[in-house]
C-alpha cells in the first residue's frame, strides 16, 4: 500500500462556487439563511447534513463556506465547521483567523459544534460563533457528537469567543429530519452507516 503525500477533500461545484463569489450579508439571520441553503444543497448532492461558514463578522463578508463531506471523502474530520475554517485560514493566508491585521471573523454553522469542531472552534482564532441546532437535536436524529463539556459556551466566552445559539433552530431542525426521512447516510465511529 502506498503512502499518500497529501490530503484531498473534493469539494462539489455548488460548494466551488460559493468560495469564489463575493458575497455579503450584514444580519445574523441572513448569514444563517445562507448556511441553511447550503445544508440543503449539501444534502440533495450526498453530502451530510451540516454546512458552515466564516464571514468578516463587523461587515457580513462571506470569507470561505464548507459543508459536510465525511462520507463521500472518506474522511472522518471533514465536517462543516473544519473545512470552512481550513478554507477561511488558506484563504487570508494565516492559521489564525484571530491575527493582528485581519477583521474580526464569525463561525456560523447549521448547529452547535461536536467534541472536534469545539476544539477546532477555539484553536482557529475565530471571534464568535454563531449556532442553529442544539447538540441535542443532532443526536436526537443519531448521529454522536461526542463528550463536549457541558459548559462549553462558557469556555468558549472566557476565550473572547461570543456564542449565539438557536437562530433559526427551528429551520435547521427541520433539515435534519428531511435528511432522516430521505434515508441520509448516519454514520458514527465503530458504528458503522445506518440508512
Known sequence: MSMNTALHIKLPAFLVQANTESRVLSKPEARMGYVLELMRIN?????GPFAAAVFERDSGLLIAAGTNRVV???CSTAHAEILALSLA?????NHDLGADGL?????????EP?????????WSGVRSLVCAARGDDVEAIGFDEGPRPENWIDELEARSIAVTTDLLRDTACTL??????????IYNARCGIHK
Not at 477583521?103 to 448547529?111: D, G, H, I, N, Y
Not at 435534519?176 to 430521505?182: E, G, I, T
Request: aromatic content about 4%; hydrophobic content about 45%.
Open 176 to 185: 435534519l429530519h428531511d435528511y432522516v426521512a430521505c434515508n441520509g447516510v
Open 103 to 111: 477583521p474580526a471573523c464569525e463561525l456560523v454553522t447549521s448547529a
Open 89 to 93: 485560514q488558506a484563504k487570508l493566508g
Open 114 to 122: 461536536c467534541v472536534m469542531c469545539f476544539g477546532a472552534v477555539i
Open 43 to 47: 444534502m440533495a448532492t450526498d453530502g
Open 72 to 74: 463521500s471523502s472518506h
